[in-house]
């Protein structure tokens, strides 16, 4: 098991900046590829950005390329979303979620190949 707890949420203006943090236990954090995914109010669950077990490989949503920026840091066992420039259509529950992964360079987008997730933080951003 391992258990997934985010923090870093909050009241923001848009373009302001927040940075989401995702805490990872249980088992070796640097087996799993990482990923953010974000839930509006009547909306599905949609990805974010992902990023490999080492790091080195990183993925956004078109929406959020250029914007936000993920990152990890594997001796602390977490798992970092920047967001700069925010705007109020970013208003949404943030979750980060894990999937074991073999390959050390892969990263995964479908939320359905994800095993464990995170409860969420909210963002809400202010026009």
């Known amino acids: 098991q391992v258990q997934l707890v985010e923090s870093g949420g909050g009241l923001v203006q848009a373009g302001g900046s927040l940075r989401l943090s995702c805490a990872a236990s249980g088992r070796t954090f640097s087996d799993y590829g990482m990923g953010w995914f974000r839930q509006a109010p009547g909306k599905e669950r949609e990805f974010v950005a992902a990023?490999?077990?080492?790091?080195?490989?990183?993925y956004y949503a078109d929406s959020v390329k250029g914007r936000f920026t993920i990152s990890r840091d594997n001796a602390k066992n977490t798992v970092s979303l920047q967001m700069n420039s925010l705007k109020p259509e970013d208003t949404a529950v943030y979750l980060c979620?894990?999937?074991?992964?073999?390959?050390?360079?892969?990263?995964?987008?479908?939320?359905?190949?994800?095993?464990?997730w995170g409860q969420g933080t909210q963002v809400t951003v202010s026009s």
């Open positions: 990023i490999s077990r080492t790091g080195y490989m990183t």
């Open positions: 979620a894990a999937r074991l992964q073999a390959a050390r360079g892969s990263v995964t987008l479908r939320q359905d190949q994800y095993e464990y």
